[in-house]
């Protein structure tokens, strides 16, 4: 509390006429009542009281008035010491006469009182305790810490903190460098389907190559892919609409095409997702919750994670054999790149686990297990929608169970509508399956579920020669399957 007007020692008024004579008296000691009491320093919320003295004040006897001190103008009789403090004049003993003492108010005449404290509301204490508050603990701490240090009444003392050297330099790799050099390539998407109160959300994306083709997610630009609008903004705050080029909404990847690109665009560098290592840095960059240009950290916490997820929309659900990282992702991070600490793109951040719910795109808060699309993967979708406008999927031609999990992917008895769960002359009846086997292996990878199954053929291209482990009858065999292809999403 401020102590600010409060304390103050009351004036002597020196136009206020002499005392009764009264016979001198010898001079008292410093505790007694005939100079001004000091003032006891103020300390916090308390207001130091003034204090009067009660004894009678020695007085000179009355004489004729004198003439005014040339250099105070106060009479010399008046009892208005012309300097406080004076030494005991030459030739006295022992300082008789006493130096004559402040004049003091007439008898009977009100004492001056010193003015009172000025009030404070209530409102105003209150709103600077909830600026106090909203300023965060780290601000309430330190203030708390001023106020105790401060009651014991001793001095402050002023520590000054250097100046940052004027040749600091952020070294290559840092996480403040690689973000400089990124966030220039990385985009805002607003995305909104068709009509005026049109819904729609907020993504992100980043520059795939000097065309102005964007990165992103398919489930980012699904509202406005038919008769929609799209826009991405750079982080210098320029935005440009946008075009849909091509979308799979199994591998949940998109790419876009600015309008009027600008000149100069900078691709981000692409990595090599199959070379990354459990434990490798991560950053992730996005807008969570439309706050664009966020940048956060973490490590690859696991590689080959199987995870299927949806925008909850009721469309298909997309399959990835995804790199696992603790970087905070939320929603709004999805399409947006994770880099590794050279500052080169690993995955497209996609789907996040929350507490109490599946594995997709809700509006809870990250718990530090993000799930972005490899590279490797993402970078074959785009080139193929770059190219043709429509994904391409490899294929077994089998029609697999999708519910059980723990035992392997089981090979439906009938396919859907009917139809053979293993397709005639198909990848999978030429390596000879048959519907009742379930597979456990896929190349290198232990196969759990039907989703596990369809995560790690999607990471192959059609064409690719792929080893399988199956079980039928409780006996193990292994074949070769040759991936067939599937164009497009329906």
Known sequence: ??????????????????????????????????????????????????????????????AEPAPPHPATGVPADSGVPASAGAPPAAGTESGWPPPPPPTAPAWGAPVPQPPAPRRRTGGVVAAVLAAALVAGGVGGGIGYWAAERGDDG??????????????????????????????????????????????????????????????????????????????????????YDAEVVGRAE???????????????LRPLPLGNSDKVAVGDSTIAIGAPFGLSNTVTTGIISAKDRPVASGDGSGGRNSYMSA????????????????????????????????????????QAGSIGLGFAIPVNQAKNVAEQLI???????????????????????????????????VTPNGPAAKAGLEPGDVITGFG??????????????????PGDSVQITYERDGKTSTATVVLGERTGDS
């Open 154 to 239: 001793t001095g402050s003392t002023t520590v000054s903190s250097g100046e940052a050297p004027a040749s600091f330099k952020r070294d290559p790799g840092t996480v403040a460098a690689v973000a400089q050099d990124a966030l220039p390539s990385v985009v805002t998407i607003q995305a909104k389907s068709g009509g005026r109160e049109g819904e729609g959300g907020t993504g992100t994306g980043f520059v795939y190559d000097k065309e102005g083709h964007i990165l992103t997610n398919n489930h980012v630009v699904a509202s406005a892919a038919n008769g929609g609008t799209l826009s991405a903004t750079f982080s210098d705050g320029k935005t």
């Open 444 to 461: 290198d990878h232990q196969i759990d579920s039907g989703p596990t199954l369809i995560s790690e053929i999607w990471t192959h291209k």
């Open 250 to 264: 199994g591998y949940d990847v998109a790419v876009l095409k600015l309008k009027g690109a600008p000149d100069g």
């Open 1 to 62: 509390m401020s102590t600010e007007n409060e304390g103050t020692a009351v004036p002597a008024d020196p136009s206020a006429p002499s005392a009764p004579p009264a016979p001198p008296v010898p001079p008292v000691s410093a505790q007694g009542a005939t100079e001004p009491a000091a003032v006891p320093e103020a300390t916090p919320g308390h207001s130091p009281r003034s204090e009067q003295a009660t004894a009678p004040l020695p007085v000179t006897p009355a």
């Open 323 to 362: 790199l696992q990282t603790d970087a905070s992702i939320n929603p709004g991070n999805s399409g947006g790149p994770l880099l590794d600490a050279s500052g080169a793109v690993i995955g497209i951040n996609s789907a996040i686990q929350s507490a109490g719910s599946g594995f997709g795109q809700t």
């Open 387 to 421: 190219k043709t406008g429509k994904p391409v999927y490899p294929v077994i031609g089998a029609t697999v169970n999708m519910t059980d999990k723990g035992e392997g992917a089981t090979i439906a008895a009938q396919g859907a509508g009917g139809t053979p769960s």
